[in-house]
């Protein structure tokens, strides 16, 4: 009995050149009869997050060969933020997306793939898979590296950003060379991406409650032998996705989205996920993801988990207590339970099954939150007219409001060089502009001036705001994607030393207390800073980019 194609490319006389280029590299015609699978395999030896992708790889194999599928890997750029912050590098992070979205999104097009599973671990490689999967619109299947675990030091469980903090303790010499050498040899205990629920681990999760990955595995740490049983589940469940008829939309929906959002505002994630939030359903939708709708579901949805940097637990604690699934277990009221995942379960099916989280340290019920505003929020006000991002679940309560006197900077390289330097005073508020899309370009992040500020003991006593952004590791008081920005001609682009800036938390404003009129006599005499890059793609992001509210994406 004829054996049915899945993929029409390879039928008839048109099919033969397809076939017969596969058959060069060893693949039969049953093979080819079978769901083609694509893999987009994000492994590098550059990237800790992604360093064990080709052992899951082999292992998604498995699953889709069991299944009956037939398994096509390829690679795409896996850039690491760490290695990339503080020198020009940062500034191709965010672009980074745009280019392994789109070589997602060709591949796919190109080979005319059945399904596709996404390998990716870290900050941009993940958003930036969703959203080619958004593009293509074919059954996908999402599947992380895992975290590692945290490094030990005095007692406490640490990030690898340790050593950036270690630079401040050694400038002030509350540590020796010689700790300093040790704390940068623990650091980074083991491959996986970084243990603190930062951009990287707020994606994966996020991937989780859009119903892409297997439910419960987000946080599975990166060398547990779960995390290879959850890659041959994930390989079995594209196949049975196609084989089964149910499409991406059938999964992707602007309810799975709201579920996102929730999640993301109950647990304080990171900033950045916002902008990617947006470019994912921009892509996806065709429509904006505006910062007033987030703004507006923020209003009902508290932090009820608090996760390193909020609190002293990691996502390795996180995953113990049940991870994602035990947060969306405390939101369920507040979310869409008949939204489906990747198994065709609805998120109710998910939810009766699994218990109630113990740790309440970590994750309290919603009717007894650590705040009763949301862990990630949207602030306006003269400074920043199209919003702005901060998160509350990581600013001390003292600083939740906040008057003081700014220092400009128009580079993170001039910040980081005042604050270490101790030109820094309490009560102050660092503006660091042109650092957005189009001004860094690249909008890059500010990781290292606040991880300064920690290190000199001015994070408690100190404001940063930027049309940059910022780390899902950090903490205290910042504010980023000031919009629009100050190469746009934002009023960031006009403050100057000793203006009085407000920031209030607690009502969502950011101000420039400063007269209107003198704002607009400012701007009369305003020379726009244009930062010599590179020839080549930071040029082209500049030019094509929009705006940090908008979710800095390629406009077309």
Known sequence: METKTFN????????????????????TDSQLKKPLIGIANSFTSATPGHYNLNEICKKVKEGIIAAGGTPIEFGTIAPCDGIAEGHLGMKYILPAREIIASSIEIMGRAHNFDGIVLLGSCDKIVPAMLIGAARLKIPAVFVNGGPMYPAKYNGKDWDGNIVTEAIGWKKQNLITEKEFKNIEEIAE??????????????????????????????????????RYRVAVE???????????????????????????????????????????????????????????????????????????????????????????????????NNLNLECKNILNKTLKEVL???????????????????????????????????????????????????????IVFNSEEEANKAIISGDIKTNSVLVIRYEGPKGGPGMPEMYKPMKYLEGMGLANSCALITDGRFSGSNRGLFVGHISPEAYEKGIISVVKDNDEIIIDIYNNKITLNVDDLEIEKRFENLELLIKEVPNGYLKIYRKLCSSASEGAILKY
Request: a neutral charge; hydrophobic letters at 40%.
């Open 8 to 27: 029409k490319i390879f039928t008839g006389d048109e099919g033969a050149l397809k076939r017969a280029l596969y058959k060069s590299m060893g693949f």
């Open 189 to 226: 205990p083991c491959i996986g991406s970084c243990s603190m629920m930062g951009t990287a681990n707020t994606m994966c999760c996020l991937g989780e409650v859009l119903g892409l990955s297997i439910p419960g595995s987000a946080m599975i740490p990166a060398v547990e032998a779960k």
């Open 234 to 332: 994930s390989g079995e469940a594209i196949v049975e996705l196609i084989k089964n008829n149910v499409k991406f939309e059938d999964i992707l929906t602007k309810q799975s989205f709201d579920n996102a959002i929730k999640f993301l505002l109950a647990m304080g994630g990171s900033t950045n996920a916002i902008l990617h939030l947006q470019s994912i359903y921009k892509e996806y939708f065709g429509e904006d993801l505006s910062l007033d709708y987030i703004s507006k579901i923020s209003k009902s949805i508290p932090t009820i988990a608090s996760i390193y940097p909020a609190s002293e637990y990691d996502v390795v604690d996180f995953y113990r207590d049940g991870g994602v699934l035990a947060v969306l277990k405390e939101l369920k």
């Open 352 to 406: 009766d099954e699994i218990s109630y989280a113990k740790n309440r340290d970590m994750i309290k019920t919603i009717k007894e939150p650590f705040n009763n505003e949301s862990g990630v929020d949207i602030l306006r006000g003269n400074l920043a007219i199209d919003g702005a991002v901060c998160k509350p679940a990581a600013i001390p309560e003292n600083l939740k409001y906040f008057k003081g006197k700014a």
